[in-house]
């Protein structure tokens, strides 16, 4: 977590996001300390050096007061053209591997106006029970792997045995409850 920014101007910071290329997904939140000016919030803006070193800047989406963070994938966005930004001609480290998320602080009615890169689309409860599925089964799979048949097992009294049959009839239960009520677990 870096909750120290660098202030580039009076409503624009900057964070370096060292090593850039090894991250998938950045979250942008508000630690609720301090609120945006009423009417205001941020736009968040992905900046990256191309392969000349030169800045590219891409709007990945806003938080406000009500909507105060996001997930914003981006690892897809390291080949895209960049997109108009207010951060003009900062100096961006030359280092290869940093790159910078820059909050620039706004009027609702801009943020609204604006139109983010579209692969850097928040994260959604849809993901969120895509990536659930996938846990599931590969869990299943992998104790599944471990699965004997009686005339196989040899006794030994440190360990316990659980038969598929319960791994299988939680999986099924789980899948269930996730496809009635994807955040049920909250509960």
Request: hydrophobic share 40%; proline share 7%; charged share 15%.
């Amino acid at each position: 977590v870096q909750a120290a920014p660098q202030q580039v101007a009076e409503d624009k910071f900057v964070f370096d996001l060292p090593d850039y290329e090894s991250i998938n997904h950045v979250v942008v939140f508000m630690l609720g300390t301090i609120p945006f000016p009423e009417g205001m919030g941020g736009s968040v803006y992905f900046c990256y050096p191309d392969q000349s070193g030169m800045a590219v800047w891409q709007l990945l989406g806003f938080v406000t007061n009500e909507k105060p963070s996001a997930i914003f994938k981006i690892s897809g966005l390291k080949s895209g053209k960049g997109s108009q930004h207010p951060f003009g001609a900062m100096n961006l480290p030359q280092t290869p591997t940093v790159a910078q998320i820059g909050i620039s602080v706004e009027l609702l009615e801009t943020l609204a106006q604006q139109t983010p890169v579209a692969s850097a689309a928040v994260s959604s409860v849809d993901s969120f029970t895509e990536f659930t599925q996938k846990m599931l089964d590969n869990f299943y799979n992998f104790a599944s792997s471990f699965a004997v048949t009686q005339a196989q097992m040899t006794p030994n009294p440190s360990e316990a045995f659980i038969p598929a049959n319960v791994v299988l009839k939680w999986y099924e239960n789980f899948q269930r409850r996730l496809t009635q009520n994807p955040l049920f677990w909250k509960t």
